[in-house]
């Protein structure tokens, strides 16, 4: 059905939980499906300046999630276009997609408004077996940087997205009863103040809020004929059987409705130099996932859990071909209580084109909320 995805080499998943993926440095993992839905991000290709990727574990860098590798996706600031800009496509299969961008620069003061509308009808429909996979998302989001001195910048951001895409309880080969969809909205508050101190070392102080609110409701029929279906019987036969337990037939709805989930994260983070050669870089962080979810026949589920986590990185070239690399993390959360994760590595640039690598990761990844 056509959603985007996002591996690294040896573990092809759709929904990825060893990766970290961020944007601007805030994780945009969806704690209810301890995913990204990248289609609810709210950000189109002109938008991103660059991404940052990491192969291979980055858990001391960004977390539990980076086992295997992460990935920031990098915006374009308001400082890089000034005025309007506007795009419109259309295509097949009702294909439908507009979005704007406006742009304006003060003294001391930028700011950037951007949305969009996307839309598109999925696969073509099969009288058979119709899929309603067509998808919608819209979007608005607001960006500002503030630099009051010579020495600070205040990064601040909120969005918002409402989508309504197809999901599926199977994997492969699925049946189109069971894809079903979600409406799913979405909002999110980021703001990143960075000090430069007198000495060129600096700290970093980051907080984000993401909030979703999911509307899922899957009417797999009267439970007899589901029950019929999946055990291949006669319905009146699946009915027989439901009312010699005492069970009355009743319409199977699955999935999930007026559910949300939320995550907030502080994280400080300081910068430096030792001599010319070397730079670290230390931090600690604490984050709070809170999800309530109605799973199957409705039994209810509202949970939360709170992490900390203290990280340091070091870099030194001793000479012109090398570079040599450290990290550490220790975490502490409520499932698994205390672990850790530490990488080491070395980098022979042969010439600037070429780089040999030697690298030894250790990663502990901590199930996320929805696992647990």
Known sequence: YGRPAINYHGFPQEYSYRMEVKVDGRSVYEPLKNAVLWSTLGIELDDID????????????????????????ITKTPLSTEGWQVQTMVGDWDTQHISATYSGIKEGFSYKINGGYRYNSGFPEIDESPVDDDTETSYLNLRSIITPTLYDSIDLQIGYSNSNIDMANGGRGIDPSEIYKWNYNNYYLFTDWKHRLANQDSFELLFYYNHSDIKALNNLGLLSEYLAREEERDP??????????????????????????????????????????????????????????????????????????????????PSEHWTLNAGVMIEYNEIVNQYGSYRLSANYHINPSHTLRLAYNHGERSPGLYEA
């Open 50 to 73: 660059y991404i940052e990727v990491i192969r291979g574990a980055n858990a001391p860098a960004d977390g539990a999630n980076a086992t295997t590798a992460s990935v920031n996706i």
């Open 236 to 317: 009146s036969e699946a009915l027989s059987i439901l009312t010699s337990v005492g069970i009355e037939d009743f319409e199977a709805i699955v999935g999930i409705d007026d559910s949300y989930s939320e995550r907030s994260d502080l994280e400080f983070r300081y910068k430096g130099q030792l001599g010319a050669n070397t730079r670290y870089m230390w931090g600690l962080a604490s984050r709070y996932d809170r999800m309530k979810i109605i799973e199957q026949y409705a039994n209810a589920l509202d949970v939360a859990e709170s992490s900390q986590r203290l990280f340091s990185n070091i870099e030194t070239k």
